[in-house]
């Protein structure tokens, strides 16, 4: 019996995780905005593994009927108690990460940008010296400098 109960809360336990683990993939998509289907496939890989590791380590991969149950309580347990907090929490973490990131990337970038801007105008003042009739196709790629072709 005591193996039994052992398993019931371990499975119990591994769904709660499972769940909270949705909660997050919800909040990284909605601080992200990355399409569902993306954190769908995330989900999916880590319930799978997840749920697979606790019935090998829990009832040694035996599945029982109390398992099941074990699983559905464990959701509705985590689903009814803390998830809204936990999604608050985890899109309040998300976004405040991700900001910062795309600040450290704007501002590793900025260089290259600027370089790319010096070298537009440079290829093209040399066509049009080379070519008196405007600019060749190859470098209207570059539209953010305004140039007088007269």
């Known amino acids: 019996m005591a193996e039994e109960v052992y398993g019931l ?3 119990t336990a591994a769904a709660a ?3 909270c683990a949705f909660d997050i993939l919800r909040a990284v998509r909605s601080a992200t905005g990355l ?3 993306v954190t769908d496939v995330l989900f999916w890989l880590a319930a799978v593994t997840g749920m ?3 019935l090998l380590y829990f009832n040694g991969g035996r599945l029982r009927g109390y398992e099941a149950v074990g699983a559905a ?3 509705v347990l985590y689903f009814s108690t803390i998830s ?3 999604v608050r ?3 309040v973490i998300f976004k405040i990460f991700f900001d910062k990131l795309k600040f450290i990337c704007k501002i590793l970038l900025t260089p290259p940008r600027f370089l790319y801007k010096i070298l537009c105008r440079i290829f093209r003042s040399e066509a049009i ?3 008196k009739k405007g600019i060749p196709d190859e470098f209207k790629k570059c539209d953010h400098v305004v140039y007088d072709t007269k």
Do not use: D, E, Y
Request: net charge positive; charged share 10%.
């Open 52 to 54: 697979t590791a606790a």
């Open 73 to 75: 309580a464990g959701s």
């Open 17 to 19: 995780g499972i769940s």
């Open 9 to 11: 809360l371990g499975i």
């Open 129 to 131: 010296k080379k070519n």
């Open 84 to 86: 809204g907090s936990v």
């Open 89 to 91: 929490l985890f899109t």
């Open 35 to 37: 399409p569902p289907a």
